[in-house]
């Protein structure tokens, strides 16, 4: 850390003074000045350059970078390790390790804490934990979204001795599941992100890593050696490919750190400043009456052929508009923001082109996540099903998904939110009813495709499983099959349901943007009524 040195000539701090230094200025302009100085140094020029050289921003460089110029107002920017000669006068201030303050992202007023990884290497020990713990009390008191730059190596035992005692683990003040139910918080890992530094990031509703120099884990390689005696390195143990493309313990990858601020933004222009406010409405120039022709062709004939359901996606919402939330976990299920007619949404989907867009564990957990945070900031839902069925096997079963994918449908009949379930194919089993709320929870408007067909079994499934030993004892079992295939084959009609009116509609597949927007606006009419916090918010 370099000494600036205090000047010799400077007179002692006495509060109230009137004393002018020799330029005739107040005492106080060059104190305020000498101490901003110390804290812009951060952990000096030698700590700035070796985190340059790892391909890295400091904590004050991404924060000039996320929010909008000239909008940055730091908080407790004096907070630090002073020193003092023996007539009172200041020497030299080592700084927090954690950078905070208020600023805004296209207008809107934000809240993000930093760490700076070259004083400390971050640590969550060597900081003063009252000052992020009052920051994100603020933003939960102003209702102001919270995002947090987390690059911090963790506690550190070296600090003990200075303390001369431990403490009970935990941060009392910090009010974590308050935020989580009032207000969007953002967790974005820009380097290591051990113990509480990976809580702070998983703790939120989107959680970004970088591809590559970001690692994320409860406890580092050091601490798994000495635990469990496993040789790991930082990326085998808690980066990106561990996280975000396979735990799903992160949600989003982003190619570096500029990529991850960006998205920081994205994610919030979909999303209002608290539960208090409705989603925001932007200007479309994406027609709302447009008709995408080739819609009518989308679904295989073949009901084996699979099909692109993001390509689907992108042809119904705003163009430009889709922003992917965990793409690499649970892949069957397609989690996303978007937008009608310039009205944030938030969007299901099954991905065909994943063991079919079954329900997995994986997936039922994504799904759970995500309609709990679309509850909680009153984001209307369109859930577009192409739903196979919950995926079966051995494996399947060791891991619960039956458990897990009756809590997802418990998340579903929960929401309160208005929705529109928009049946494109198939429905089956008990994951095929879990596409949205059916009993007491929202009115869940729902329509279909000319290509939609459902029921407790496929067809196919049901044939082997009711005719197993006429099937065995057939001379012919192949064209048995087939003729019992086509004798149940007319049953599957939509229109069938319809004239029960088991679907409220069948719709032309090119019709679904202008009956999406007209839907959306109807929704929106209806969501002042939904405002504040929810019973239940994030299952995180």
Partial sequence: MPQIESRAD???????????????????????????EFALAMGGPDKIERQHARGRLTARER????????????????????????????????????????????????????EDFTVRGGSSEATNPEKWQYVER?????????????????????????????????????????LLGTVPVVGVALGAAAGLGAVRVCASHLSIMTAEGSYLFAGGPAVVKKAVGEDVTNAELGGSGVHARGSGVVDNEAADEFEALEQVVRFLSYLPSSVHELPPVTPCADPVDRRDEALSTTIPAIKQYSYDMRELLASVFDDGSLFEIGRYF????????????????????NDPRWLGGSLTVDSAEKITRFVDMADTFHLPVVNLIDQPGTFVGSDAEQKGTLRKGIRAAMALEQASVPWLSLFVRRAYGLAGAAYGPVGGGSINRRLAWPTAHWGSIPIEGGVEAAYRRTLAES???DTLRKELHARFQPVENPFRTAERFGIQDIIDPR????????????????????????????RA
């Fill in 511 to 538: 019709d679904t943007r202008p009956m999406l927007c007209e839907w959306v606006r109807q929704a929106y009419r209806i969501l002042p009524e939904h405002l504040g916090t929810t019973a239940r918010t994030m």
């Fill in 63 to 114: 924060v000039e970078r996320l929010v909008d110029e000239g909008s940055w107002r730091e908080i407790g920017m004096m907070t630090g390790s002073a020193r003092y000669d023996e007539r009172g006068q200041l020497i030299s201030v080592e700084p927090s390790n954690v950078v905070c303050g208020q600023g805004k992202i296209d207008g809107r007023d934000v809240i993000v804490v930093a």
């Fill in 138 to 178: 603020l933003a939960l008191t102003y209702r102001w979204p919270v995002i947090r730059l987390v690059e911090t190596a963790g506690g550190s035992v070296n600090l003990l001795e200075q303390m001369s005692a431990t403490k009970i683990p935990g941060y009392p003040h910090w009010p974590m599941v308050e």
């Fill in 330 to 349: 649970g892949q069957s299920q397609i989690t996303m923001l978007a937008r009608l007619d310039g009205h944030a949404v938030a969007v299901l989907a």
């Fill in 475 to 477: 001379d012919d079992p």
């Fill in 10 to 36: 400077s007179p002692a701090l006495t509060v109230g003074t009137s004393a002018e230094d020799s330029t005739g200025r107040p005492w106080f302009e060059a104190e305020i000045a000498k101490r901003r």
